[in-house]
């Protein structure tokens, strides 16, 4: 009965070294999904206004964006899109992610 027992300690270690080695890290991203109409772009400044028409941040917010030409072809559509935080306050400046898509 002792063999037994001894036999099974190496592929319980064996397992548990290969538990520990391949555990990556999870990282939360704090995003907030939004719809709005775009209403102007700067392209100097890169920001973009949009009239945000979900309840969680609604109004007329001001929005960074790495290229704002993409969004050239959505002025005055609806659009869905994500900034990088999961609240809005009015006054400040979030980044809005490029993905934004026409709402239908």
Not at 60 to 80: E, M, W
Not at 90 to 101: C, D, N, Q, V, W
């Amino acid at each position: 009965m002792e063999m037994r027992k001894t036999r099974y300690w190496p592929l319980i270690i064996l397992t548990a070294a290969f538990v520990i080695m391949y555990i990556h890290p999870v990282y939360a991203a704090d995003e907030l999904f939004l719809t709005g109409i775009i209403k102007s772009i700067d392209h100097n400044t890169k920001t973009v206004v949009i009239d945000v028409q979900s309840s969680s941040c609604h109004g007329a917010r001001t929005f960074v964006v790495d290229n704002p030409s993409a969004l050239d072809d959505f002025i005055n559509k609806k659009i869905d899109f994500s900034i990088d935080s999961s609240i809005c306050k009015y006054g400040e400046l979030y980044k809005m992610f490029s993905g934004g898509r026409e709402a239908r």
